[in-house]
T-cell receptor, first 114, second 112 residues
Framework: SAVISQKPSRDICQRGTSLTIQCQVD?????MFWYRQQPGQSLTLIAT?????????ESGFVIDKFPISRPNLTFSTLTVSNMSPEDSSIYLC???????????FGSGTRLTVV | GENVEQHPSTLSVQEGDSAVIKCTYS??????FPWYKQELGKRPQLIID?????GEKKDQRIAVTLNKTAKHFSLHITETQPEDSAVYFC???????????FGKGTKLSVKP
């Protein structure tokens, strides 16, 4: 399976600021995704990161709040903008490799907004 | 879009007993159904998966069954051990053309 490096692993941020999370994969992947996991909850898909074009957002998530970039087939960033305490959560990068259907997850970024 | 329902939300069993977790999905185009185990503070880890052309798959103490007609699939863990205690998530997708949608999770506790 793909090896994913996700940074930072955790951060404490002031409300109103922004944080950019990076996801680097060791090989080219077909698809990259960003998920949010609130404490004690399931994983909710934020968006699909599309290489070279705008991300595809799920209902309830918008580009102004969660801008995403994917400049190539191995790297993506998620920015959490104008943060509020409600954004405190774990954010996870996930990738899908071609030729099999296995989705692999990064180790996550634990974000606390104060 | 796809909707995945998972039951039960919590499950407590004695060591050595079997555990069964059930999921239903709504999108008839979904063709890939993985199960993830998530221990506290860690990332979800794939434990078994099944594709729509297969009705059952086993891997040692773990098995998954799929009923495409009824749109449900189940995880079976036999001879449970305390280290099986974790949160288990089912998910569904359209495979290489789709994203992965998760159920709400089942917290499994195995008592020694």
């Amino acid at each position: 399976s793909a090896v994913i490096s996700q940074k930072p692993s955790r951060d404490i941020c002031q409300r109103g600021t922004s944080l950019t999370i990076q996801c680097q994969v060791d090989s080219q992947v077909t698809m990259m995704f960003w998920y949010r996991q609130q404490p004690g909850q399931s994983l909710t898909l934020i968006a699909t990161a599309n290489q070279g074009s705008e991300a595809t957002y799920e209902s309830g998530f918008v580009i102004d709040k969660f801008p995403i970039s994917r400049p190539n087939l191995t790297f993506s960033t998620l920015t959490v903008s104008n943060m509020s305490p409600e954004d405190s959560s774990i954010y996870l990068c996930s990738v899908l490799r071609q030729a099999n259907y296995g989705y692999t997850f990064g180790s996550g970024t634990r974000l606390t907004v104060v | 879009g796809e909707n995945v329902e998972q039951h039960p939300s919590t499950l407590s069993v004695q060591e050595g007993d079997s555990a069964v977790i059930k999921c239903t999905y709504s999108d008839s185009a979904s063709n890939y159904f993985p199960w993830y185990k998530q221990e506290l503070g860690k990332r979800p880890q794939l434990i078994i998966d099944i594709r729509s052309n297969v009705g059952e798959k086993k891997d040692q103490r773990i098995a998954v069954t799929l009923n495409k007609t009824a749109k449900h699939f189940s995880l079976h863990i036999t001879e449970t051990q305390p280290e099986d205690s974790a949160v288990y998530f089912c998910a569904a997708s359209r495979g290489s053309q789709g994203n992965l949608i998760f159920g709400k999770g089942t917290k499994l506790s195995v008592k020694p």
